[in-house]
């Protein structure tokens, strides 16, 4: 290993609709910086349209004749994600944030395509799966930030038994055998939405949160909430590794 440092990873997790994809846009009629679609790579794992304006314009899908500018890839096998993240590494130094949307169904979907399947194989491979992206999304070059977002699963009413929130994980394996998912992960955020006196909706991350595995560094986010905008976040945790080192502050979102 020559570099003296390595990529940074968010682990952002939440329940769908609760603002995860939302956050990769820029949208400043709400005050989302986003992310810099010239600088940012998106696997798109159900195909879903994007969530926000103009990201049609802003995210088109990678063809190797037709359209080989292209920043997003459709694609639910973890092993075509293992290998691009290899290939934005080494041949696509313009791209600086990898977002993986969503990682639980690169899980998901690849149970369903080897649901057929008898006996424990297809569990171990897709915690082995899991656990490569996850490892994989901390070891590429230092100047890119990977965006790894996830569904959530509950337990707990927070009355009779303790609530608590964390990471879904398909089957047992990752969290018997590693603790939890989130143990691969230095930043994780959770999102959530919540009804506004106006009866409007607003959306958010935590970064720290007791009934749930949300943490972030000690001193990284003023707030234990934050606005649900991924370029807002990129800029605070590359400021914050990068501020002692070279007592130099990054531009900061406004």
């Known amino acids: ?52 304006p103009g990201s049609a314009v802003d995210y088109t899908y990678w063809h190797k004749e037709n359209n080989p500018e292209g920043n997003m890839l459709k694609t639910s096998n973890s092993m075509v994600v293992l290998q691009w993240m290899d290939y934005i590494n080494s041949k696509m130094p313009h791209i600086k944030s990898i977002v993986i949307d969503d990682n639980t169904h690169q899980s998901s979907m690849e149970y369903i395509r080897r649901i057929k399947e008898s006996g424990w194989e297809k569990f171990n491979d897709i915690a082995a799966n899991m656990v490569a992206i996850a490892e994989k999304a901390g070891s590429l070059r230092d100047d890119l930030v990977v965006f790894i977002l996830h569904h959530t699963t509950s337990t707990g009413d927070g009355l009779i038994e303790d609530k608590k929130i964390e990471a879904q994980t398909l089957g047992k394996l990752v969290k018997e055998k590693l603790g939890s998912y989130e143990a691969f992960f230095t930043v994780i955020l959770l999102a959530q939405k919540a009804k506004t006196h106006d009866g409007g909706i607003d959306y958010s991350f935590l970064t720290q949160d007791a009934d749930s595995t949300a943490k972030t560094p000690i001193g990284m986010f003023k707030e234990a909430r934050i606005p649900n905008d991924l370029g ?15 007592n130099v502050k990054v531009k900061e979102s406004k």
């Open 1 to 52: 290993l020559k570099r003296k440092h390595l990529s940074k990873v968010a682990l952002v997790m939440g329940p769908s609709g609760a603002g995860k994809t939302t956050a990769i846009g820029q949208i400043p009629e709400v005050g989302i910086k986003g992310l810099d679609p010239k600088e940012t790579f998106v696997f798109n794992s159900l195909g879903k349209d994007l969530p926000f």
């Open 232 to 246: 807002f976040v990129r800029d605070t945790v590359v400021n914050y590794y990068e501020k002692k080192k070279n």
